[in-house]
């Protein structure tokens, strides 16, 4: 592994400095490229890549708490196959889950596993109820388009 570093500049013009661990091969065929302005793109591109990572990762581990809290309690009296069964289509709510926008992910939660109203959803978020029904029906058309579900435009 090997350190690469580069530096940007932000909105106000400041220096900002970037770094990035790459594999040997990479790092190799970085260094034969000889090339600053690809070396450079290629560091922001592997950074970019990082915090999208870093992203999912703290998502799902904020999915997993809400497991922790006891939001998804599974039946005690439900066979194993049905157990199995639950679990997948849970991974797969999860994966759906992740495909959403903070605020549209905290909307249906609140809907959902809550049991809030859009208006009170609304006065939590400091949002008007129908900012907050244009949040659920973002976020149950991203869920719908994952599982295939076919959505219909309204026009």
Excluded: P
């Amino acid at each position: 592994m090997k350190k690469y570093t580069t530096f940007v500049e932000n909105k106000k013009g400041d220096q900002k400095k970037i770094s990035v661990w790459l594999d040997d091969k990479t790092a190799k065929a970085l260094e034969e490229s000889n090339d600053s302005q690809i070396i450079h793109f290629y560091i922001l591109e592997k950074h970019k890549e990082d915090l999208i990572q870093l992203k999912e990762t703290r998502r799902y581990t904020s999915l997993e708490h809400l497991f922790e809290q006891g939001h998804f309690i599974e039946d005690q009296d439900s066979d194993l196959s049905q157990h199995g069964v639950r679990i997948e289509n849970i991974l797969k709510m999860i994966k759906a889950l992740s495909t959403l926008t903070d605020k549209q992910r905290n909307v249906i939660i609140a809907r959902h596993v809550d049991n809030l109203s859009f208006n009170e959803i609304g006065r939590r978020m400091g949002v008007t109820g129908k900012t907050v029904i244009a949040h659920f029906k973002a976020a149950e058309k991203k869920i719908k388009k994952y599982y295939g579900i076919c959505v219909k435009n309204k026009h």
